[in-house]
Nanobody, 131 residues
Framework: QVQLVESGGGLVQPGGSLTLSCAGSGTGFRLIDNCICWFREVPGNQREPITCISSSIRADGLAYYRESVKGRFTISRVNSNDTVDLQMNGLKSEDTAVYYC???????????????????WGTGTPVTVAS
């Protein structure tokens, strides 16, 4: 059974930084072989995609970003650990949400993407931006 697990959430002051990490498990499953996305959800709102990164194996490894996070957030692969990190800088109160990593089990990402095409989800990690 393939599972994703997020870590790294917490409380941070406005303007601060935080790095989230997504790890996977399951027989034969590797994050490096898959497009991995980060979504976030605020209670009462839809879960929205914020960034995705294509596989770097037999794919282009390209990253895509939601406009509101461009220049502040960076998605990257840590191949030694087979994780996908989300570096978040210049955090704002409106970035407060539960952050999820997800995959639709394909190599190339399609952007924009949507919640409905993701096959596997993590359980989420909360990020609170407040002073």
């Amino acid at each position: 059974q393939v599972q994703l697990v997020e870590s790294g959430g917490g409380l941070v002051q406005p303007g601060g930084s935080l790095t989230l990490s997504c790890a996977g498990s399951g027989t034969g499953f590797r994050l490096i072989d898959n497009c991995i996305c980060w979504f976030r959800e605020v209670p009462g709102n839809q879960r929205e995609p914020i960034t995705c990164i294509s596989s770097s194996i037999r794919a282009d490894g390209l990253a895509y970003y939601r406009e509101s996070v461009k220049g502040r957030f960076t998605i990257s692969r840590v191949n030694s650990n087979d994780t996908v990190d989300l570096q978040m800088n210049g955090l704002k109160s409106e970035d407060t949400a539960v952050y999820y990593c997800a995959t639709e089990r394909v190599r190339f990402c399609s952007w924009p993407t949507e919640r409905s095409v993701m096959h596997i989800w993590g359980t989420g990690t909360p990020v609170t931006v407040a002073s």
